[in-house]
């Protein structure tokens, strides 16, 4: 007898994994196109990246190059009119030195919003959301000709300090701000901390998740970037590197061989922030908007 219970017992405990196995796989299987449509350009962006230049339009599409080649990145880093550690270099200082200023500004002004009193508080917060339903195209120009009156075109403050009050930053961290207990600050008045010292020392510490996440997005927006950067930087020493990947591309014939060395060399670094700040990324996406009021 205690022999036949045993396996039933095994088999009862058995159906509770394969249910959970099988809702796991019906769950997955309608995200499947998406993964294909998402995986299939990056490999084929590496395949062609180390693919001779003359079997670069073979077909069927070699998916594994036969023979891998170098030549295209060592190409690349030896023309010197194609400087693209440079314009690696000048996105890499673009979108840290650019991520830092709109993380500073907007936390500062999300504790503002949240914590401090001051008259039309309400209103210039909602003025400030509905600034989000503006066309970015409306104040293209008008950005443009106060860059151009204040000499600031053709160098990295006209892409750090237009965007450097980020309204989603602004919105994301009043949340948080505001789910912060009042008896810490009230504590800390108490003991004689001024405002600044309160959030400096008491709140940013409290919203570090959010402050990762803001850094996460803002760094990733500024290394992709194209649009902007294009039209307020003229000279190619300081072109950052999606406005390179323009330039290798220009030309009557398009060596695409270099071309896609070049969006692996500017992929490759992104692929690998989001493989280490991945949680990050989704903890931030998930928790948007549902702290505080």
């Given at each position: 007898?205690?022999?036949?219970?045993?396996?039933?017992?095994?088999?009862?405990?058995?159906?509770?994994?394969?249910?959970k196995i099988n809702r796991t796989v019906l769950f997955w299987i309608p995200f499947l196109p998406l993964a294909v449509i998402v995986i299939v350009p990056l490999v084929y962006l590496t395949a062609m990246a180390f693919t001779h230049e003359s079997n670069q339009l073979n077909f069927p599409i070699e998916w594994i190059p036969d023979p891998i080649t170098t030549a295209n990145f060592t190409h690349i880093f030896a023309d010197v009119t194609l400087p693209v550690l440079k314009w690696f270099g000048n996105s890499l200082l673009v979108a840290t030195v650019g991520t830092l200023?709109?993380?500073?500004?907007?936390?500062?002004?999300?504790?503002?919003?949240?914590?401090?009193?001051?008259?039309?508080?309400?209103?210039l917060f909602s003025l400030l959301i509905f600034s989000m339903m503006?066309?970015?195209?409306?104040?293209?120009?008008?950005?443009?000709?106060?860059?151009?009156?204040?000499?600031?075109?053709?160098?990295?403050?006209?892409i750090w300090w237009p965007g450097a009050a980020s309204v989603i930053g602004i919105f994301l961290l009043r949340q948080h701000f505001y789910a912060i207990p009042r008896d810490l600050e009230d504590a800390a008045r108490v003991?004689?901390?001024?405002?600044?010292?309160?959030?400096?020392?008491?709140?940013?510490?409290?919203?570090?998740?959010?402050?990762?996440?803001?850094?996460?997005?803002?760094?990733?927006?500024?290394?992709?970037?194209?649009?902007w950067p294009l039209i307020v930087l003229s000279d190619?020493?300081?072109?950052?590197?999606?406005?390179?990947?323009?330039?290798?591309?220009?030309?009557?014939?398009?060596?695409?061989?270099?071309?896609?060395?070049?969006?692996?060399?500017?992929?490759?670094?992104?692929?690998?922030?989001?493989?280490?700040?991945?949680?990050?990324?989704?903890?931030?996406?998930?928790?948007?908007?549902?702290?505080?009021?």
């Open positions: 007898m205690t022999n036949t219970i045993a396996p039933m017992k095994a088999f009862r405990n058995l159906l509770p994994r394969k249910k200023i709109v993380v500073f500004v907007s936390s500062l002004s999300g504790y503002a919003f949240a914590r401090l009193q001051f008259p039309f508080k309400s209103q503006i066309p970015s195209a409306i104040t293209l120009i008008p950005a443009f000709l106060l860059l151009r009156d204040l000499d600031l075109l053709n160098s990295y403050h006209a003991d004689g901390a001024g405002s600044f010292r309160i959030y400096w020392q008491i709140c940013i510490p409290l919203v570090k998740g959010a402050l990762v996440a803001l850094s996460i997005f803002t760094f990733l927006f500024m290394w992709n970037d194209l649009f190619r020493s300081t072109s950052t590197l999606p406005v390179g990947l323009l330039i290798i591309q220009q030309g009557s014939y398009i060596q695409r061989g270099l071309a896609f060395a070049a969006a692996f060399i500017a992929s490759a670094p992104v692929l690998v922030f989001y493989a280490i700040f991945q949680r990050k990324i989704i903890s931030g996406i998930t928790t948007t908007g549902l702290a505080g009021k």
